[in-house]
């Protein structure tokens, strides 16, 4: 992951995500595979990342 743009509200409840993903080289794989609380909002970021592969289950 090399950035994010989150527009929105409650972009504040992802951003701490994003920032460690970007921090610890993460892939969109490695985010995909993290297990995320359902349903909340940072759950979006993990629905991004399986989209990377076609992989979105909620979309």
């Known amino acids: ?3 994010v743009h989150i ?3 409650l972009a504040g409840t992802m951003i ?3 920032a460690q993903a ?3 080289g993460a ?3 490695d ?3 993290t297990c995320h609380a359902h349903p909340t909002h ?3 970021m993990k629905e991004a990342a399986l989209a990377v ?3 979105a289950i909620h979309i």
Do not use: D, T, Y
Request: charged share 15%; proline share 0%.
């Open 1 to 3: 992951m090399l950035g």
């Open 31 to 33: 985010i995909a595979l």
């Open 53 to 55: 592969h076609g992989r």
């Open 22 to 24: 970007m921090e610890f």
């Open 27 to 29: 892939s969109a794989e």
């Open 7 to 9: 527009v929105g509200s």
């Open 16 to 18: 701490a995500q994003a």
């Open 42 to 44: 940072a759950e979006a």
